[in-house]
């Protein structure tokens, strides 16, 4: 499938951020500017206490909400954690999994992720696999190498259920919140390789949306999308605004 065929998503990852209020200001004024388009996907990745809250604020648009995270199990004695069967009551169309800040903060391993990918898949949720390279990785040369066995790792085993539900978003950990975006080149190399890595595992690769994220703001998104293999952009603290996504959301390629 052409680059032009993939439709674009612009998704907001909010980490930690946000009162219910807080929440609820976002996701209706968001909603207000760009919650009708429909030549390009707009998913809003609020924290768990505000998924019920944004998902009624975003009603009657076409704005999608993502979780951050959710355990591989339905449920068990799991102390601070959220199943799939969970997200699914609440009306969660997606989840995003392997954050790099899950992965190094809180010790997510690639077994983990896989697990968590499969069973998202399962239970007939949307998933945004993260991936990327930490800066040490990336110096020593290995960010192509890093980045396929995080791919090939997390997707191990599967199959037609990947099919138009599966997203990746190359996220190289030295540009995760720091404002040192990757160029153009640099992105565009990861994404290549990255479908190339799909391609290999048996996956509609061409179909799959890869998202660029890594510190992406009105000022660096147009050059970003511009690029044949980058389908969109997972953003962090510019998606905390009203205005800076909607720039974002509306870049011009
Ligand atoms: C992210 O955390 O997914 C992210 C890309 O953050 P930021 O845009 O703030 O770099």
């Known amino acids: 499938?052409?680059?032009?065929?993939r439709k674009k998503i612009l998704a907001g990852n909010w980490k930690m951020h946000g009162t219910l209020a807080d929440a609820r200001a976002l996701a209706r004024g968001l909603a207000e500017r760009v919650g009708k388009l429909e030549d390009r996907e707009v998913v809003l990745g609020?924290?768990?206490?505000a998924l019920a809250a944004v998902l009624e604020a975003v009603k009657g648009t076409r704005i999608t909400v993502a979780a951050q995270n959710m355990h591989w199990e339905e449920k068990g004695a799991f102390t601070g954690e959220v199943s799939p069967l969970m997200l699914r009551d609440l009306g969660v169309q997606q989840v995003i999994l392997g954050h790099?800040?899950?992965?190094?903060?809180?010790g997510e391993s690639d077994e983990w992720i896989q697990k968590k990918v499969a069973s998202a898949l399962a239970h007939d949720l949307a998933v945004i696999l993260?991936?990327?390279?930490t800066l040490a990785?990336?110096?020593?040369?290995?960010?192509?190498?890093?980045?396929?066995?995080?791919?090939?790792?997390a997707l191990r085993g599967l199959g037609a259920e990947a099919k138009g539900r599966l997203t990746v978003a190359y996220e190289p950990v030295w540009a995760i919140g720091t404002?040192?975006?990757a160029t153009r080149e640099q992105a565009q190399e990861a994404h290549a390789e990255i479908r190339a890595c799909l391609k290999g595992l048996g996956l509609p690769a061409d179909e799959i949306r890869i998202l660029y994220g890594g510190s992406v703001k009105p000022d660096n998104v147009d050059g970003l999308m511009a690029e044949p293999d980058i389908d969109g952009a997972l953003v962090g603290g510019a998606s905390l605004e009203v205005e800076s996504f909607t720039r974002i959301v509306e870049y011009r390629a």
Do not use: W, Y
């Open 137 to 153: 990785q990336r110096d020593a040369g290995e960010t192509l190498k890093v980045v396929s066995g995080q791919v090939e790792a």
């Open 1 to 5: 499938m052409a680059a032009a065929k």
């Open 46 to 49: 609020p924290p768990f206490t």
């Open 130 to 133: 993260c991936v990327g390279e």
């Open 179 to 181: 404002g040192r975006v």
């Open 100 to 106: 790099s800040e899950r992965r190094e903060i809180f």
